[in-house]
């Protein structure tokens, strides 16, 4: 059984095998997590994700799915990068979040990762209210039939821990 560990801090400082990107569908770069990732991560992860887009994902990353890359120069050997559905108040994409975490963990699953470090995937600039995101997210991860031993969530304020901790 996966352990579950909260964590409130900068996801690009985990030592672990493989950090989840919340990345955009481009896979070039952005904001919040992304930004900071391919900002700490160096130019390695950039030119891996051009690698993806040239080969397998010429029009990018569909939501909810997910791909690694290398870790560039984090602590991390993997980052694994997913696409984060907008939160919508007329359309029930709950569904695509959970797909994240699921997809997240099979790739990780195949590098043959045992700790992975996730972001709470939509709740930022993708709009997904905390505390349902925090739910989807440890739900989906506690119903994973995966080999990974340890899951840290990685949040960034107090608001994301408290949520977190309170779906936990």
Known sequence: ??????????????????????????????????GAIHRRGGP???????DLRASHYGKGLPTGQAVATTGGNLPARWVIHTVGPVWSAQDDRSELLASCYRESLRVADELGARTVAFPAIS??????????????????VRAAGTTVREVRFVLFGSAAHDAFAAAV
């Open 123 to 140: 709740t930022g600039i993708y709009g997904w209210p905390i505390d349902d995101g925090a739910r989807i997210a440890i739900e989906t």
């Open 44 to 50: 390695a992860i950039l030119s891996a994700c051009r």
């Open 1 to 34: 059984m996966v352990e579950l560990v909260l964590v409130r801090g900068d996801i690009t400082e985990q030592d672990v095998d493989a950090v989840v990107n919340a990345a955009n569908s481009s896979l070039l770069g952005g904001g919040g997590v992304d």
